[in-house]
């Protein structure tokens, strides 16, 4: 069959991308084609940027037999009567691996459904008409695809991370980016596909009149502490009941903010981040303690609620489309300032401006809220008063009030990382100011940023692989689209951490690793010459595909949820002496001093030390000797790490992290008015093992000897544990941690505030309250003592 390039993620057709044309020749000789009725997503395909090869989490289909109207005889193969597949060329035509379901309805649009597949960050060829690719790996003798449903367009509907239509016309000018090499053999993340396809769904015995359902894959886990929906605010607090020891010195206000409702009518949102934004208080008075919920405000929120459907396009979830909208007034929308095209639904995190409290999201569109009657007052948006186009829900607010954030603004010469100080007074917004920058490495690609750090010299930036790309935004915008289909990941391309000088803004060190995904920092501080920081990490975004609705209520059949969602909190100890004789990589970003070189060689010079594995488990050797004979100098000199970095041939430096923990850990929060960009010892965090023993488990890591403490209950969900300092605190966890919890299955109605001794991280009290409906579980917040 002919195929061109039209068909694919149009983002391959300009050079020098780190996503290269699917069709060059080279890439090809693994690659067999066969084209079959249907509507489906392949998830092999030829090794390209545009893919990260995550897995499904639907059904893995079967084509039609050919008594039931069979597989169109393509160029690539055919399908046998016993269910094997023929692929001509390469193979000779040898018999590939068994269809691993059996019957299907007689038409080949009809498939057996377990829910919708929300894969992302898929390299993604779009069927036309009512054929499709189906791509297999010859190497590994399997194919690999996934299922979409086949159904009529709806009013809603979800749109793939990486998917790019091929109608598009956008042209893209070239960009000066390191192109990804061919990744030999594969990928961690193809494995997950391979492993998904045959065990998403099980068969079992089969009994004549009686239904057979496959385990739950994960026993212990309630997915749906996060996919209620509040159906009923409580505007006036409610009084709980106390259990246990509050202490006397405790009184304060435990803010909240997270998900709230994931209906809008009878329409149903895709995505947890696409969920109108609930507020939390928790009030505790000289040991009472109250409740209160109410949905913020927002426009998005009123404009849904008004219509009783989903007219606001969010994250993962495309609104109604507006049949008086022409297609003029779509392109002229696309030059309004920034925030006013996107959802202003700030679901994310609260965090205090002087006397003032926000919620946020990452959109610059900010709402001030009253901390008392969590009331929506006013809406902010940030770039009225700063030139930003978005920012990270997660400022850092400094001991003396002033706060600063990290933010992109679009320059002449393209995007850049921005930090705006907001600083502490009167006209905190009218005041604020860009203070440093950096230029993103990829002038229609600049990364995606939920976070960054702050030191006593330094703001730490780390540029992950996951990259917003500006044409399919704006394409995106146009077609109604949500923004999942504007996040690209580039899993050959590393991680760089930058660090600006805080007085005066310039960049002064850059280090890579190899590609990580992550969402929060830790912590970051200076010790003897070195910047150590602590990030939770993933391998790569897949975890973003797991928070789909869709794939959330079908994860008990998915034995590679887990997996999926594996992340670990990692140490990088960042040297900031390099030597008399080396130079700065901070001046030259593009990677190499030999354009030969590439970073997928560095990585294989380096490789697992005998003693150790990938994720820190290593001794830190003073040298290490490639297999080329290169010896290579370990710049981390820093006593008690295991972390290292090493001076390349191209003189950039490459940092390879230890594992402070062998827990997911998620939202981590420590002793931040003491110890923010200062050397600590413990940080708290809750779990993100859905396969663990008990998935709600909080967890304490003490950073310096590597052990925890963990507290947990049956069927108890705890969100953000938030430190609170005792008094007169006599040491760094003199205090208490409180968590608001829900709990599982049944007990919808249920809601409590958890009190532990942070030293000993055990149960001190606890308040639980009875709600008149649903309170689903929430994501940050912020501790508002009422002495202050």
């Known amino acids: 069959m002919d195929v061109t390039v039209e068909d694919f993620c149009e983002e391959t057709n300009f050079a020098d991308s780190p996503c290269p044309s699917p069709f060059d020749p080279a890439k090809l000789l693994n690659v067999g084609f066969l084209q079959i009725s249907g509507r489906f997503t392949p998830h092999s395909a030829p090794p390209s940027g545009c893919s990260t090869r995550t897995c499904s989490l639907a059904t893995t289909p079967v084509p039609p037999e050919e008594d039931d109207g069979g597989a169109d005889d393509g160029d690539g193969g055919s399908g046998t009567a016993d269910g094997y597949l023929t692929v001509d060329g390469a193979n000779g035509g040898e018999r590939m691996r068994k269809w691993s379901l059996p019957n299907l309805p007689t038409e080949a649009t009809k498939f057996v459904l377990s829910g919708r597949a929300t894969p992302v960050f898929t390299w993604n060829p779009v069927p036309t008409a009512s054929n499709v690719i189906y791509s297999m790996?010859?190497?590994?003798?399997q194919i690999v695809f996934s299922q979409l449903e086949q159904e009529v367009v709806t009013e809603s509907s979800v749109s793939e991370v990486s998917s790019?239509?091929?109608?598009?016309?956008?042209?893209?000018?070239?960009e000066e980016e390191p192109v990804d090499e061919e990744p030999e053999g594969d990928t961690e993340l193809e494995g997950l596909k391979k492993k998904t396809k045959d065990s998403t769904r099980k068969t079992g015995p089969t009994i004549p009149g009686e239904s057979w359902e496959a385990p739950e894959m994960y026993p212990n886990c309630d997915v749906n502490v996060w996919l209620r929906s509040c159906e009923q605010e409580i505007v006036d607090p409610i009084e709980g009941t106390v259990q246990g020891t509050v202490p006397e010195w405790l009184n304060g206000s435990l803010l909240r903010n997270g998900p709230g409702s994931l209906k809008v009518g009878d329409m149903m949102f895709n995505h947890l981040f696409d969920s109108s934004a609930l507020l939390h208080r928790f009030n505790i008075d000289n040991g009472k303690i109250t409740y209160q919920c109410r949905f913020l405000k927002s426009d998005a929120y009123k404009k849904n609620n008004a219509a009783r459907r989903i007219v606001v396009t969010e994250f993962g979830t495309s609104a109604v489309p507006d049949p008086c909208q022409t297609i003029f007034q779509k392109i002229a929308a696309v030059f309004n300032?920034?925030?006013?095209?996107?959802?202003?639904?700030a679901m994310i995190s609260i965090y205090p401006f002087g006397d003032e409290f926000f919620a946020f999201t990452e959109s610059p569109i900010i709402h001030r809220i009253d901390p008392e009657t969590l009331d929506t007052e006013a809406k902010l948006n940030v770039s009225d008063y700063v030139g930003i186009v978005n920012h990270t829900s997660h400022p850092h607010v400094m001991s003396d009030g002033t706060v600063y954030n990290l933010g992109c603004s679009v320059t002449r010469t393209g995007p850049a990382y921005t930090i705006i100080c907001f600083p502490h007074g009167p006209g905190m917004f009218e005041n604020a100011r860009i203070v440093a920058s950096v230029p993103a490495r990829w002038k229609f690609h600049p990364g995606y940023m939920h976070t960054f750090g702050i030191t006593e010299n330094y703001f730490v930036i780390v540029e992950q692989p996951l990259s917003v790309s500006v044409p399919t935004m704006v394409v995106s915008q146009l077609r109604n689209r949500p923004m999942a289909a504007a996040l690209k990941w580039f899993e050959s391309q590393q991680t760089y951490i930058y660090l600006l000088d805080r007085d005066t803004g310039?960049?002064?060190?850059?280090?890579?690793?190899?590609?990580?995904f992550y969402l929060h920092i830790i912590n970051q501080y200076e010790q003897e010459g070195h910047v150590v920081l602590d990030i939770c990490?993933?391998?790569?975004?897949?975890?973003l595909n797991c928070m789909y609705v869709d794939t959330m209520r079908n994860m008990q059949n998915n034995p590679d949820y887990a997996t999926m969602f594996r992340g670990r909190p990692l140490r990088f100890v960042l040297p900031l002496n390099y030597g008399d004789g080396q130079k700065r990589s901070g001046n030259k970003r593009s990677g190499s001093d030999d354009p030969t070189t590439s970073w997928a060689d560095m990585w294989q010079h380096l490789g697992p030390d005998d003693d150790g594995d990938a994720l820190g488990h290593r001794k830190a050797p003073s040298t290490h000797t490639t297999d080329h004979g290169l010896v290579l100098q370990n710049l981390v000199q820093l006593a008690g790490t295991k972390a290292t970095a090493y001076v390349m041939p191209n003189r950039t430096i490459f940092c390879r992290p230890e594992l402070l923990c062998d827990l997911g850990c998620e939202t981590p929060r420590i002793y931040y008015?003491?110890?923010?960009?200062?050397?600590?010892?413990?940080?708290?965090?809750?779990?993100?093992d859905v396969d663990a023993s008990n998935p709600g488990t909080l967890i304490k890591v003490d950073v310096v000897d590597k052990s925890r403490r963990t507290w947990c209950e049956e069927n108890v969900y705890p969100s953000e544990p938030i430190f609170v300092p005792a008094p007169d605190p006599q040491s760094e966890d003199d205090g208490v941690v409180l968590a608001a919890m829900v709990w599982g299955r049944e007990e919808q109605n249920r809601v409590g505030l958890l009190v532990l001794d942070a030293k000993t991280f055990t149960e001190l009290g606890r308040c639980e309250f009875t709600t008149p409906g649903p309170v689903p579980k929430c994501l940050h917040g912020w501790f508002q003592s009422s002495t202050k």
């Open 137 to 141: 790996n010859e190497k590994n003798q």
């Open 164 to 174: 790019v239509s091929d109608s598009e016309d956008l042209e893209l000018e070239e």
């Open 337 to 345: 300032k920034p925030g006013v095209n996107n959802s202003d639904n």
């Open 506 to 516: 310039e960049l002064r060190h850059t280090y890579h690793s190899d590609a990580f």
């Open 537 to 543: 990490c993933y391998k790569d975004p897949a975890m």
């Open 673 to 688: 008015e003491c110890h923010l960009g200062r050397p600590y010892r413990y940080f708290y965090a809750i779990s993100s």
